[in-house]
């Protein structure tokens, strides 16, 4: 998988004037939860399944219109063959551009290595963060290479003239790496200890949607 999620492209363009989009996960719910009413027998879940997704991911390149008002207009408007390949193209699309949760434990892995191996991406991650910001709020998409620069030079700033008020004494203290949770210093926790804070089957729990204990 491809260094940063978020560069994955929103929309791609089918060269006939329409485009598709990919679709926000309350999107999918809703066009879910819209496939289950036009559903009247089992072997008819996939086609209006397909339909629903199509009547919010399909749109006009010009205007980024809609073409379809609903998964039924889709089903009168499209045929069966037309409906599969279009879905098709938008499922390739999705899991190329838009990965999800239900990635394997390896690909997983994969994508922290290569978070982990980029300082902008984790820059970006940190003033998010700390701004309580999405990086699909208007604010987040607007912001340039200069305004994460400035958040961080600031924030350094502000570390710094904090350290500065403080006596050599609780400087020292306040510069040494220590366990966020029983407080140890780094220096205490010796070769090759693990991390206390990390359960990884609490982890695979709650990216599985298995909810907390």
């Not at 492209?9 to 004037?17: A, W």
């Not at 709020?137 to 700033?157: H, I, P």
């Not at 040494?176 to 070769?191: D, F, L, S, T, Y």
Request: glycine share 10%; aromatic share 6%; with cysteine.
């Amino acid at each position: 998988m491809g260094l940063s999620i978020l560069a994955g492209q929103d929309r791609i363009s089918l060269e006939n004037g329409f485009d598709l989009r990919l679709l926000s996960a309350l999107e999918v719910l809703q066009a879910r939860r819209e496939a289950a009413e036009l559903t009247g027998e089992d072997r008819e879940r996939a086609l209006c399944s397909n339909a629903c997704l199509l009547a919010r991911a399909l749109e006009r390149s010009e205007g980024r219109r809609p073409v379809f008002d609903s998964g039924r207009a889709v089903l009168a408007g499209l045929t069966v063959e037309e409906i599969a390949a279009l879905a098709g193209r938008w499922s390739m699309f999705s899991r190329e551009s838009g990965p999800g949760l239900d990635l394997s434990r390896e690909e997983l892995e994969g994508v922290k290595r290569d978070l982990s191996g980029d300082p902008g991406e984790r820059l970006r991650w940190r003033v998010l963060r700390q701004f309580h910001a999405l990086p699909s709020e208007g604010r987040a998409r607007s912001m340039k290479e200069r305004d994460y620069l400035w958040c961080l030079a600031n924030t350094l700033l502000d570390r710094e003239e904090t350290l500065g008020r403080l006596c050599p004494s609780c400087r020292t203290g306040a510069l040494e790496e220590r366990c966020p949770v029983c407080g140890k210093a780094e220096a205490e926790w010796g070769e090759g200890a693990d991390n206390a804070a990390f359960d990884p089957d609490r982890f695979e729990k709650l990216r599985g949607g298995g909810g907390a204990d």
